[in-house]
C-alpha cells in the first residue's frame, strides 16, 4: 500500500471511529420503545439488548451502550456495518413502504451526486456476478431472505433492514447489447437513511452475493 493510499485508509477509519462514537450517544438518548416500532427491531428487555436483522444476518446491539455484535457468530463485526446499523435504529422514521420504486439518482439530497459512486459500489459489481449468468440472482437473493419480482430479466427484492427493501435487476446481454442492472429502492428510504448510507445499504448484499454464487 503506498503512502497515499494509507494515509487516506486512516482518514477513513478515523472517520468511522468519530460516526461510531457519535451514533452510539445518539442511541443513549432514545427510548427503547420507540426504536422498536420505527425500525422494526426486537428488543429484549431482560438483556437489554436489541436483534436486528440485516441481509438475513442477525445482529445484537447492547442498549444503552450501543455495542454490536452477530448473534451468532464469534467474529468481529466490521466497523462500518457498525456504524450503518445504529444509523439504521437512530434515524428509522417508521414510514411505512409506499410501494414506488425509485432509483439513486431519484433519491434528494445528492442521489445525482453521489451516483456514480453507487454505480461502482452496487450496480457494477452486480452486473459482473450476474450479467451472464442472470438465472443465479433468483437462488442467491432467496438465501439473503429475498423474493422474485417481475422486473427486468430476472429481479429480487431483498429486506436488507426491515424497513428498507432493496430491489435488484439484472438483464442479460446479447449480440447487440452488453449486460446491465439496477438497484432500486421503496420511495419511503427516504425517511429512513441518509443518502450516502443508502449507497451502503445496497452494497451490503452484493458483497454477500459474492460468496453465495460460489455454492449455487
Known sequence: MT?????????KQNNYIVALKQAKEKLATLEPEGIVERSGADYNQAEEKFKLVMAGEDYLISYPEGKVSFAAKER???LPIKVLILHYLNQASGASLEDRLISYREVPKGGEFYYNSFKKRAIDPL???FG?????LIPAGKYLGGEPTDLGAVSTTIP???KIPVTYVVWEGDDELPPSGNVLFDASVISYLPTEDLAFVASV???AFKGIIKNL
Not at 451472464?132 to 443465479?136: E, G
Open 132 to 136: 451472464n449468468d442472470a438465472d443465479k
Open 160 to 162: 436488507v433492514f426491515p
Open 76 to 78: 468481529e463485526v466490521q
Open 3 to 11: 503512502q497515499k493510499k494509507r494515509f487516506k485508509t486512516e482518514i
Open 205 to 207: 448484499p452484493v458483497w
Open 127 to 129: 452486473v459482473r456476478l
